[in-house]
Structures are given as structure tokens and as C-alpha cells.
């Protein structure tokens, strides 16, 4: 009974001042959700790489630059390398060899920028793309070796306004022909556009080199030691599925830490929010507590009220954040899905869980000066304030 009149008194004290309440209420559901937003974009990110990178991914990538020490902008391998690693084919169980190069393509609008993929046109999207089908059309053949054509991915080509026929320039002097359209994929394969290899080396200047190498097993399972004998064996950085997503993984931890730090300063706002509320609300009740004491309640539970009050508030406020947090997602979302057919935010368990224990811990510390100042107040200077 003593529980059920703790948290009735304490909600009876947070209605008697609606307006004060509301506010504090909405202070926090706005720190909330802008956390929730903002750390849902990792979660989404991880989820995307997570789903989609074993089936668009070479089994080991081979370049000069690992990604633990960034992405080459032009092309620095050099292709010599395709013969080195077709050599050793047949004693680390290499099934295929794919020399790639990439090409970026950057706006102010976002809709404008593509990833551009240079293949030998045989086999063409498949060596590294083993999933993709086409949508209309048709692919890369092996005659395309010298022929400015392209295959694009569907999103690209509706962000692009291209179609079969259109023609796409590489640059002031070289163009393609869209003479084939992927099928939506609802991943990142839909936003690049894939070229015969020679053909996006002449519009680079990168004649005889390559961004990187992807290299097929024919067991996947061997991938991490096979990476480790190529990478003594020619000196170069060899990279798996694995290392990738570990690298992401670990940027992302980065990237969190960041977007929490930003959303703390809100965190910390609603906290005041809260503590001025609370502690507003002791001073205009000092009678109320006054004569609670009198009639035999312990500082203690007097103490356990104030907190009440404060953990209801960052408890309305923290559920009201995590559904606010949902509606930035799907805006979130609705944004990239349009963009690049990926949902990059995602409100998974563990981040609602999250969200939910900061904001009652917010209410827990903003509540412990106003508690400790309600149950020290003695019963007759209580009694007698007006």
C-alpha cells in the first residue's frame, strides 16, 4: 500500500503544475529522441554492411593502402599484380582474380553522386557481384573491352533520370552508353555504375593501374590465412570480409561516441529541466511535507517521494522520446531509401534499452539534491512557512 500511495502522491505533485510538467516532459523527449536519432544511424549503418557485404564482396581485397589506412583516390596498384596472384592460383586455392578500378563521383546534390566500377567486361559483374540480376537490357560482354558502355544500378539511374540509350559523361572528353539496368536490389549495389575496366582507366589517367584486386576462393572459409600468405608473398595488404566489418565496426564505436557526446549536451538540459522542476515543486509543498512528517512519514519516505516525481518525468519523457525517435527514423529512412534504397538508421532493443536507462538515470541524479533537501526540512519550520 505504502507503494501504490508513493506514486500516486507523486503523480498527484506533477499534475498540480501541468504546464511546468509538460514542458519539463517535452525537454526531455527532445534530448531523448535526438539521441535516439542520432545513435540510430550507426545501428542502421552496421546492420547494412552486416547484410549485404558477403554477398557483395570479394573474399580477399588486395591493395597497396588497407583501409585501416585509408582509400586511395586514384588508382595505385598496379596491374602486374593480376598475373603475380593468378600464379599462386593454384597453390593457395584462388579461383578467380578480378582487377578493379573505382571512381567516385561527387555533387552538391547527393541524387548526382554515383560509384563508379571498372570490370573486365568477361565475367563481368558477377566476378565480384555474384548476386546481382538485370533488369532490362543488357550486360557487360566480353566485346565491351574498349566500348564506352555502362550497366547502372536502378536507384542510380531513377536519381540520375537515365535510361536505356542515355548517355553518361565520365568526363569533358569520355562518355558511356546505358546500354543495360540492374534490378532493385534494395541495397548499395543500386547506386553504382559499372564500366568495361579500360574504359574507366583512360577517363582516370590510370592506364596500367588499378584500385584494388578482388580475389575468389574456392573455399571461402580459408579467406583470413590465404590473406596472410598473399600479403607476404607479394608485399601487399590483404583484406577479408571479416576485417572490413571489424574496421567498421570499429569506426562506427567512434562515430557513436561522437553522436552521444553531441546528444549529452541535450541530456544534460532536460537534466537541469528536471532538477529546477522538482526542486520548485519542494519549495511550494514545504507545508505538504510539513505535515506528512507530522503524521509519521520518515525523511526517508518523504526522500523516496521527490525521487518518484523526478524518475515519472524522465520516465514520460524517455518513452515519449523513443516514439519521437521513431518518427526521425522513418524521416531518416524515407530520405535515404529515396537516395540509395538503404534504411540507414535502425531503433534496435539494445539502443531502446539504452535510451530508456540514461533517461531514468537523468531523473535518478536530477532528482538528488531536491530529495535530500525535502527530507532534511524540520517538521515545525515546515509547518510554519506559508
Request: aromatic content about 4%; cysteine-free; charged content about 10%.
Given at each position: 500500500m505504502k507503494f501504490m500511495d508513493l506514486w500516486a502522491?507523486?503523480?498527484?505533485?506533477?499534475?498540480?503544475?501541468?504546464?511546468r510538467t509538460l514542458l519539463t516532459t517535452l525537454g526531455i523527449t527532445v534530448a531523448v529522441a535526438s539521441m535516439v536519432v542520432f545513435l540510430s544511424l550507426g545501428e542502421g549503418i552496421r546492420k547494412v554492411f552486416s547484410e549485404q557485404l558477403g554477398s557483395i564482396?570479394?573474399?580477399?581485397?588486395?591493395?597497396?593502402?588497407?583501409i585501416t589506412q585509408g582509400i586511395s583516390l586514384h588508382p595505385n596498384v598496379p596491374q602486374s599484380l593480376v598475373t603475380d596472384l593468378q600464379g599462386l592460383?593454384?597453390?593457395?586455392?584462388?579461383?578467380?582474380?578480378?582487377?578493379?578500378?573505382?571512381?567516385?563521383?561527387?555533387?552538391m546534390d547527393p541524387k548526382q553522386s554515383a560509384i563508379f566500377y571498372?570490370?573486365?567486361?568477361?565475367?563481368?559483374?558477377?566476378?565480384?557481384?555474384?548476386?546481382?540480376?538485370?533488369?532490362?537490357?543488357r550486360n557487360l560482354a566480353p566485346g565491351d573491352t574498349q566500348a564506352g558502355v555502362a550497366v547502372i544500378g536502378a536507384k542510380a539511374a531513377e536519381n540520375m533520370h537515365l535510361g536505356l540509350g542515355s548517355t553518361l559523361r565520365l568526363n569533358r572528353r569520355d562518355s558511356v552508353k546505358v546500354v543495360g539496368i540492374l534490378k532493385p536490389e534494395s541495397g548499395l549495389v543500386d547506386t553504382m555504375m559499372f564500366v568495361p575496366l579500360s574504359v574507366l582507366q583512360r577517363s582516370e589517367g590510370a592506364q596500367g593501374r588499378l584500385s584494388m584486386i578482388a580475389v575468389k576462393l574456392n573455399d571461402p572459409a580459408q579467406a583470413k590465412p590465404v590473406a596472410k600468405k598473399i600479403s607476404v608473398a607479394l608485399d601487399v595488404e590483404a583484406q577479408t570480409q571479416s576485417d572490413i566489418l571489424s574496421f567498421m565496426e570499429k569506426t562506427m564505436r567512434i562515430s557513436d561516441a561522437v553522436r552521444f557526446g553531441i546528444s549529452l549536451i541535450a541530456l544534460i538540459v532536460g537534466g537541469l529541466a528536471?532538477?529546477?522542476?522538482?526542486m520548485m515543486g519542494v519549495f511550494e509543498r514545504t507545508r505538504e511535507f510539513g505535515t506528512?512528517?507530522?503524521?509519521?512519514?520518515?525523511p526517508a519516505f518523504v526522500r523516496a517521494l521527490v525521487l518518484t516525481e523526478s524518475l515519472l518525468l524522465a520516465l514520460v519523457g524517455g518513452v515519449g522520446?523513443?516514439?519521437?525517435?521513431?518518427?526521425?527514423?522513418?524521416?531518416?529512412?524515407?530520405y535515404t531509401q529515396q537516395l540509395a534504397d538503404i534504411n540507414a538508421a535502425a531503433l534496435t532493443p539494445r539502443l531502446t534499452l539504452l535510451a530508456l536507462g540514461i533517461s531514468l538515470l537523468l531523473g535518478l541524479l536530477s532528482g538528488l539534491l531536491p530529495a535530500r533537501n525535502a527530507s532534511r526540512l524540520p517538521i515545525t519550520e515546515a509547518l510554519g512557512r506559508v
Open positions: 502522491l507523486a503523480w498527484r505533485g506533477l499534475t498540480r503544475r501541468p504546464v564482396g570479394p573474399d580477399i581485397q588486395v591493395s597497396l593502402t588497407g592460383g593454384p597453390e593457395y586455392g584462388i579461383r578467380a582474380v578480378t582487377p578493379v578500378v573505382m571512381a567516385v563521383r561527387g555533387g571498372g570490370l573486365p567486361p568477361s565475367p563481368g559483374i558477377s566476378a565480384v557481384f555474384p548476386t546481382v540480376q538485370l533488369g532490362s537490357g528536471v532538477a529546477n522542476t522538482v506528512l512528517r507530522a503524521m509519521g512519514a520518515r522520446g523513443v516514439l519521437l525517435g521513431l518518427l526521425g527514423i522513418w524521416g531518416v529512412n524515407a
